[in-house]
């Protein structure tokens, strides 16, 4: 469970122990309450150079659904990261992190399917098991739409406008073929964010309330692959 400076985070009551278990019991896995298990917050960081995500294996990660060992849902192999989609959760940086650029490159190896880059991760369980964030959509036919989590938290949009906490890309923004690597660029710049799709700029937000935060990958129920994963300093504008 991730610890929030600020507040306070007593342990939960045997009873609501026992009443979540039972709720658990009778939902989907994407809408079972989780309880992270990331270790506690830890200062913002503004990268000063660039930092690949995947050289150190699994160590700079933490998966946030309590009792599920990481290397159960998660393996890198010649540098891949690979996920297995289930059970549904988080890959967490242990680092947070403002003012700065991730990369990504990801694919669908078998069957199309979702998934997400989630910069600013904040408070868990805002919309089923998903932490509060701006997710940058990985979903296939989706990629490089914004989805906030939870839908109510506001912001501004272009080209296309903010509708419920959904903003969709930009026409000219493709994806490639489904097996064919794809490419995201996600610029965090205090409380906007910019995304490219394949080199195409494809979605633009401003006003988000949350500017820094770890970085999480959505673990949703398909399996993925990511061959690049990295945070870089911000080019200047």
Known sequence: RREFPGRRNPEPSMNKTLALISICGTLAA???????????????????????????????????RKGVDINTIAKIEDGVLKLSGN??????????????????????????????????????????????????????????YFLAIPRKLPFESKPNPNKGGVSKRSEAAKENP??????????CRGN???????????????????????????????PYDFRKVVIRPLPKE
């Open 30 to 64: 994407p809408f079972c309450l989780a309880e992270e298990t990331a270790p506690a917050a830890t200062p913002a960081v503004t990268p000063t150079e660039e930092i690949n995500l995947l050289k150190n294996g699994l160590k700079d990660w933490t998966f946030d």
């Open 87 to 144: 059970p549904a959760g988080s890959l967490i940086t242990r680092g947070s992190y403002k003012d700065y650029e991730i990369e990504v490159e990801w694919r669908w190896p078998g069957k199309p399917g979702n998934g997400g880059v989630l910069p600013h991760v904040g408070e868990p369980n805002q919309i089923g098991v998903w932490p509060r964030s701006m997710e940058c959509q990985l979903l296939n036919n989706n990629a490089a």
């Open 178 to 187: 489904l097996g064919e690597w794809n490419n995201m660029r996600v610029q």
């Open 192 to 222: 906007s964010f910019k995304v490219w799709l394949n080199g195409e700029l494809a979605n633009e937000c401003t006003g988000w309330p949350d500017s820094e935060g770890p970085l999480a990958l959505q673990n949703e129920g398909t």
